[in-house]
Nanobody
Framework: QVQLVESGGGLVQAGGSLRLSCAASGRTFSFYHMGWFRQAPGKEREFVAAIGWSGGSTDYADSVKGRFTIARDNAKNTVYLQMNSLKPEDTAVYFC??????????????????WGQGTQVTVSS
């Protein structure tokens, strides 16, 4: 099993930026597709972004397209989520997740095998 640890969350004003990081244990990180999800209080966990094992393919939720960028550094076993032009509605706990043994990324939480504990992002208006 892979262990995932998120960092980089915090409090930011609307219009500001944050970069989340997710560090993975293990030597097979480059075989994993990676995703970022978020969950606001009282809401279901929702897809934010995903990146294929090589970094050559990315996918974004419509709500974050043009504002968020997912990237990975396989040499550092780390995936990033750069979040710009943040809005109060982006406030949530952000989770990274790993998916393996399949061809492509997924927008469904059930499609991921391992999850981090999450990091809180709060955007004030």
């Amino acid at each position: 099993q892979v262990q995932l640890v998120e960092s980089g969350g915090g409090l930011v004003q609307a219009g500001g930026s944050l970069r989340l990081s997710c560090a993975a244990s293990g030597r097979t990180f480059s075989f994993y597709h990676m995703g970022w999800f978020r969950q606001a209080p009282g809401k279901e966990r929702e897809f934010v972004a995903a990146i294929g094992w090589s970094g050559g393919s990315t996918d974004y939720a419509d709500s974050v397209k043009g504002r968020f960028t997912i990237a990975r550094d396989n040499a550092k076993n780390t995936v990033y989520l750069q979040m710009n032009s943040l809005k109060p509605e982006d406030t949530a706990v952000y989770f990274c997740a790993a998916r393996w043994g399949v061809i492509a990324t997924s927008q469904l939480p059930d499609g991921y095998n391992s999850w981090g504990q999450g990091t809180q992002v709060t955007v004030s208006s």
